[in-house]
């Protein structure tokens, strides 16, 4: 039964108490759960959250990044190795917050660029790490949930054929795949057969509009998403994931440059279409008391 998040990344990047009356709110609305960012590096507050989290009948899951000097895939060994202890710190936030899924790019550095197309050792190399982690995963019951991105915030895996590519390489049953509409309304022919590619390896998707602001209100094609997922009978979160300049340092660092929504229409609208958007297209999805009232 799919269940519906939020990421909090409208708000902050910042994991702190300061995120509860948020969580609440979304509670409220009839969230079933909320995603934040691994990056702070307090990991009593990963617990904190994740019990407040539990205490209103919710679930957590996460979102990750590495940076230039952790990429998985460098022809450094030495760099390799510092990417896999950072994919393994951030596992065990996660798992301090009772997480089960930790998504995102963490297959090579965010918006580094090689200036050449990826190369088969590169996808060897990033499949390697990828494997050892989920070996880590495992242990805390975590599911690894990799993510493409668009052309220009990373080279190595911009499709979900490259993905798919990737993680039959890195073959753990722990290191799976995320579906993200954003990016696929950048590089993917058609969002269906995209869709069909990954079915496999599917555990986790972001409904993202074009714009990063309110699902439903800019041009990605839902219909066709909503559809395709129905048909592979997709059974996992159905995650917002927008952007505002709430956090200017974050906002800074991932070209967000002006409002797009204001993040409570993101969440209350977001929330009604996605439900609207389930019922139109039969997609099973877990019903709250909350949203059942």
């Known amino acids: 039964m799919n269940k519906i998040g ?13 995120l509860m009356p948020i969580i609440d709110r979304l509670k409220g609305i009839g969230y079933d759960g909320f995603e934040c960012l691994i990056g702070s590096p307090d990991k009593a507050a990963y617990q904190r959250i994740g019990e407040h989290v539990r205490s209103l009948g919710m ?3 996460c979102v990750f990044v590495v940076g230039k000097d952790e990429s998985p895939i460098s022809e450094d060994a030495a760099v390799r190795a510092k990417g896999l202890d950072r994919i393994k710190w951030a596992i065990d936030r996660a798992h ?3 997480a089960k899924v930790v998504c ?19 996808y060897g190399r990033g499949a ?17 949930a990799l993510e493409a991105l668009n052309r220009f915030e990373c080279y190595l895996c911009n499709t979900m054929e490259q993905l798919s590519r990737l993680l039959k390489a890195a073959d753990h049953p722990n290191v799976r795949a995320m579906f993200d509409t954003h990016h696929a309304n950048i590089e993917e022919k058609k969002i269906a057969g995209a869709i069909q590619t990954i079915a496999p390896l599917l555990a986790h998707v972001h409904i993202s509009e074009n714009d990063r ?16 997922l129905a ?3 997709y059974s996992g979160w159905l ?16 070209g967000v440059w002006r409002e797009y929504s204001r993040p409570w229409d993101i969440a209350e609208d977001g929330f009604r279409f996605i439900k609207q958007m389930c019922q139109k297209h039969g997609l099973d999805e877990q019903v709250s008391v909350n949203q059942a009232l």
């Open 59 to 61: 679930e957590a899951t």
């Open 213 to 228: 602001g309110t699902p439903g209100d800019g041009h990605v094609n839902f219909d066709e998403a909503f559809s395709a």
């Open 128 to 144: 390697e790490v990828l494997h050892a982690a989920g070996e880590y995963a495992a242990q805390a019951n975590i599911t690894l």
């Open 104 to 122: 995102g790019p963490f297959h090579s550095a965010h918006a580094v660029f090689a200036h050449h197309a990826p190369q088969d050792q590169e």
């Open 96 to 98: 301090a917050m009772q």
């Open 6 to 18: 939020f990421n909090v990344l409208a708000w902050s990047a910042v994991v702190s108490d300061e």
């Open 231 to 233: 048909k592979i009978n």
């Open 239 to 254: 995650t917002i994931e927008a952007f505002s300049r709430n956090d200017p340092d974050f906002a800074n660092s991932i």
